[in-house]
């Protein structure tokens, strides 16, 4: 069983910093040549693409959080986090981390907050 178990959300200030955390357990054997993104979906809204890094460690993301967010993974530890600074509030919703090898596994999501 593949486990998806998102941390670091939470309510912040704009311009303020947050750290997103995944950490995946049960995918040990195949996590490096998986690629691994967070999604989010704010209120009714679609869920849309944050981020993502393929095996090759190739990193694309959304164009309104470039040069904002940074998304990184640690293969030795089967974990993937999202740095977000300069937060707005249009990057409020639920973060949601997925893993995608042969199938796709998704997280519980984390909520993100940017209010004053």
């Known amino acids: 069983q593949v486990h998806l178990v998102e941390s670091g959300g939470g309510l912040v200030h704009p311009g303020g910093s947050l750290n997103l955390s995944c950490a995946v357990s049960?995918?040990?054997?195949?996590?490096?040549?998986?690629?691994v993104g967070w999604y989010r979906q704010a209120l009714a809204s679609e869920r849309e693409l944050v981020a993502r890094?393929?095996?090759?460690?190739?990193?694309k993301y959304l164009r309104s959080v470039n040069g904002r967010f940074t998304m990184s993974r640690d293969n030795a530890k089967n974990t993937v986090h999202l740095q977000m600074n300069n937060l707005k509030s249009e990057d409020s919703g639920i973060y949601y981390c997925?893993?995608?090898?042969?199938?796709?596994?998704w997280g519980q999501g984390t909520q993100v907050t940017v209010s004053s």
């Open positions: 049960g995918s040990e054997r195949f996590f490096d040549i998986a690629t």
């Open positions: 997925y893993l995608k090898a042969a199938n796709e596994y």
């Open positions: 890094i393929s095996d090759s460690g190739r990193a």
